[in-house]
């Protein structure tokens, strides 16, 4: 019993562990919320994570960043970037690790055996000699005790020699699937530069209108000022003061609120771009030279460029060749397949005997007769996943269609819009000018004065729109066409003639910024 207890100690102490249970094996509610009312409390064990990184450091300068200095950032520490890049990385694994059916399997193994087998052995004690002379006497059985040692190097290689295209279409599949990944991450930095872009003018166009507000609430100041002039002068009525100042609250009012969208779009562009949203850095500002023309190539032109460079339209397609890949490998999976298998072994014993090698070397043919229909079902499974690739390869091409149409129309409409804003900013400014040397003169009313106002503080609010509507739709235009990169695009084949792109000329930035 004491020699027992040594091994049934080590089996219990295996076993317990490897596999030690805790109370969710015998109350597993104890680790869920005790009522719906209540909220669950983690164990001691569950600690908050700490921050993975700090805030990453950026580049050191005086002066302002640009737009190129901001997307160049966002391109490097956005996670969105990096999440595409790594399952394109892993597809291309992916790929490589179903090349690996073209060569064969060849597996080494040892095995070593070590065993006690009892013998029984008869053993007669003679006691007298019989009138036939043979010994008689007792019998009595002996137990013997033999330990054996076996161990048996092998060598097993098997090969797939046909199997009607099966491993060519799962390959190609897994090709198709590493071009969809590839695309989706040249999708992903485009969507980037979009959205980082797109974050860009919106913070601006905030800062711009409340640098418009203070403006409408220094013009609202003066207006006030006139009507208190007016009324300490005994020429106007206390209506018009009243009027004045309630104007400059209403301005005051917007001028508060709009400090908060400032700080919104701010927080939202750092955010997009992939740093804290409670770090401080400048910017410079809208460009105040315009081009003289919208610069547009026309929109056949774009759209036979976009069919060519758009990453997700190229990445559908890619979408598409692999599930045409994967219904032939549904169609070819219940064909015969042609197997070799060749193995080779030798035995060696303790009592230092061994035999011979041993191989075996043989070829198969199998093929499933029937699995319950789930190769008929396979294939349609697949027949029906294409239908829908194809259908969404449709649906993106149209999408593009309509997004460069839009788009192209909306630079057109923007670069004319800023045309008469400026126009509208000029002739607002010049009307309340007037209309306040009349009030002041007495020859018109406060209301005179009050409509100019309003029309100036929305003359103010339409020119930053539009400059804002300007840069925004040629972005989005850009993204459109395909042409929106970190690095100059040029199309594969472009037919309708020499790539055309759009390019703005060069301008000139303001000197005064604006910190955050």
């Known amino acids: 019993m004491r020699h027992l ?45 700490d921050l993975a990184t700090g805030p990453p450091e950026l580049p050191k300068k005086e002066e302002p960043y640009s737009l190129a200095e901001l997307i160049d950032i966002a391109l490097s520490i956005n996670p969105q970037t990096k999440l595409s890049w790594a399952e394109a990385r892993a597809a291309a694994a992916q790929f490589g ?15 070593y055996t070590r065993f006690r087998q ?37 060598l097993t290689a098997s090969y797939l020699l046909f199997d009607f295209g099966t491993r060519r279409a799962t390959s190609e599949a897994a090709k198709q699937a590493l071009y969809y990944a590839d695309w989706t991450h ?18 601006l166009y905030q800062r711009q209108l409340l640098v418009a507000n ?32 309630t104007q400059l609250l209403q301005n005051q009012t917007t001028w508060a ?52 460079n758009r990453p997700d339209l190229l990445a559908a397609e890619a979408n598409l060749h692999e599930q045409e890949a994967n219904l032939t490998v549904a169609k070819t999976q219940f064909l015969p397949k042609v197997n ?39 294939i349609k499974m697949a027949e029906s996943v294409k239908k829908e690739a194809e259908e969404q390869l449709k649906e993106t091409e149209l999408n593009v269609i309509k997004q460069i149409t839009t788009y192209h129309y909306s630079v057109k409409i923007a670069f004319e819009t800023l045309q008469f804003a400026t126009a509208y900013l000029e002739a607002a400014q010049e009307e309340y000018d007037v209309s306040l040397s009349k009030y002041k003169q007495g020859t018109n009313t406060i209301v005179d004065v ?44 472009l037919n309708t003639g020499p790539a055309t792109t759009v390019q703005a000329e060069p301008v000139n930035l303001q000197e005064e910024t604006h910190e955050k």
């Open 97 to 111: 690790q179903s090349q690996s059916d073209y060569f064969p399997d060849i597996t080494g193994n040892f095995v």
């Open 450 to 493: 009050v409509n100019a106002q309003s029309s100036l503080a929305d003359a103010r609010a339409r020119s930053i729109n539009s400059y804002q509507q300007w840069y925004t739709s040629l972005a989005n235009l850009s993204y459109s066409t395909g042409m929106l990169s970190p690095t100059s695009l040029s199309p594969f084949n």
């Open 118 to 154: 009892p013998i029984f052995l008869q053993q007669i004690t003679p006691t007298d000699l019989s009138f036939s002379g043979n010994p008689t006497g007792a019998t009595n059985v002996i137990v013997q005790d033999i330990y054996y040692s076996f161990w048996q190097p092998q």
């Open 214 to 245: 203070e403006q409408n609430v220094a013009t609202a100041k003066v207006t006030l000022q006139a009507a208190q002039t007016g009324l300490d002068n005994g020429v106007r009525d206390v209506s018009d003061y009243l009027q004045a100042k």
């Open 340 to 378: 070799y298998n060749f193995n080779i072994a030798k035995n060696y014993y303790s009592q230092n005997l061994h035999d011979k090698y041993n191989f075996t070397s043989s070829f198969s043919v199998s093929m499933p007769l029937f699995s319950g229909f789930y190769y008929r079902n396979a």
């Open 257 to 308: 609120s709009q400090q908060q969208n400032v700080e919104t779009s701010y927080a939202t562009m750092l955010y997009d771009m992939g740093l804290p949203a409670n770090i401080c850095i400048r910017t410079q500002d809208f460009p105040t030279t315009m081009p003289e023309s919208d610069l547009l190539p026309p929109v056949e032109t774009l759209i036979a460029f976009a069919m060519q």
């Open 5 to 49: 207890a040594l091994p049934a100690s080590f089996v219990i102490f295996l076993t317990c562990g490897g596999c030690y249970p805790d109370r969710a094996v015998i109350s597993p509610f104890s680790y869920a919320p005790r009522s719906p009312s209540k909220p669950w409390s983690p164990p001691p064990t569950v600690t908050p994570m």
């Open 186 to 203: 040249n999708n992903t930095i485009m969507m980037l530069l979009q959205t980082v872009m797109n974050d860009y003018y919106n913070y």
